[in-house]
């Protein structure tokens, strides 16, 4: 779509959550995505890191993806 940018709301959200907002976020995330497919959590941790690489890293960790892996 173009001109619509559906990341830069939600990541400029989660920059200006305090540090422990941001870590609860991330771990309610992660709970709730923790019996979700494989590969839904790898396109939503994908989401996630393009509001915020600290998001979806955050995410990522908790779920035990492989950044690196998503990338290639």
Do not use: C, W
Not at 18 to 32: G, M, S, Y
Not at 35 to 46: A, G, K, L, N, P
């Amino acid at each position: 779509r173009d001109g619509n940018d559906d990341y830069m709301q939600p990541g400029n959200l989660f920059r200006v959550m305090p540090r422990d907002a941001q870590q609860r976020l991330i771990q309610n995330i992660v709970k709730a995505m923790s019996t979700v497919d494989r590969y839904i959590q790898e396109r939503m941790v994908q989401h996630f890191y393009k509001a915020d690489p600290a998001y979806g890293g955050g995410i990522a960790v908790g779920l035990g993806i492989d950044l690196q892996k998503l990338a290639a």
